[in-house]
């Protein structure tokens, strides 16, 4: 199975097979991205982290349904999806692949360590635990949360995001204006 399917009209596929080979892979900021970039970038892990979830039938205590809701796991996840690209692209070594397995080991060990300290579950979810430092406020303590659609809080979740991000470039450009 195919992370990326080639058939534009899957709704899972943002980009193409064509379109990955095109381009050599980069790493992703995520705090750079523009809206439209950051859409994207979200579609594509997420339909990327789907298969590897069931490519090597990862448990929730390795990738949980709610991955995207907890930064630690997404910059993980992320640094493993641009790995995997460039290990699997047409002008890496042959050995590679076999590099990124390796890698994809050691990484599967800190993925356990993410979930185990932000507390996410296959049913629950709770915002990561912040440690507050003398001097700063106290951070809202969120409340655990059950989980009911995974996708319905996907696309909500990028949804806020993509708007977020507009608001934050609109305020950019009233400030260059004036």
């Given at each position: 199975m195919s992370?990326?399917p080639?058939e534009?009209?899957?709704?899972d596929?943002y980009r193409s097979?064509t379109?990955l080979?095109?381009r050599?892979?980069a ?8 809206a ?5 970038e979200?579609?594509d892990?997420d ?6 979830k ?6 929730p205590n390795i990738v949980?349904?709610y ?5 630690e796991l997404?910059?993980e996840?992320s640094?493993?999806h ?11 070594s042959?050995s590679a692949?076999i590099?990124w397995m390796r890698d ?6 800190r993925?356990?360590?993410?979930v ?5 579950r ?5 915002p990561t635990?912040?440690t507050?430092?003398p ?15 995974r996708?319905e809080?996907?696309?909500?979740f ?11 470039a ?5 400030q260059?204006?004036g």
């Amino acid at each position: 199975m195919s992370p990326f399917p080639d058939e534009p009209d899957d709704g899972d596929a943002y980009r193409s097979v064509t379109d990955l080979l095109e381009r050599p892979p980069a790493p992703i900021n995520w705090n750079l991205l523009d809206a439209e970039q950051a859409e994207i970038e979200w579609h594509d892990l997420d339909h990327w982290v789907k298969w590897l979830k069931s490519t090597f039938g990862l448990a929730p205590n390795i990738v949980p349904p709610y991955w995207h809701r907890h930064d630690e796991l997404v910059w993980e996840l992320s640094a493993l999806h641009c790995h995997w690209l460039s290990c699997y692209h047409e002008s890496a070594s042959p050995s590679a692949p076999i590099a990124w397995m390796r890698d994809f080991t050691d990484t599967r060990y800190r993925l356990r360590d993410w979930v185990s300290i932000c507390g996410t579950r296959l049913d629950r979810d709770r915002p990561t635990r912040q440690t507050t430092w003398p001097g700063e406020s106290a951070p809202q303590a969120g409340t655990e949360i059950e989980i009911r659609n995974r996708d319905e809080d996907f696309a909500e979740f990028v949804r806020e995001d993509v708007l977020r991000r507009r608001r934050i470039a609109g305020v950019a450009s009233q400030q260059l204006i004036g």
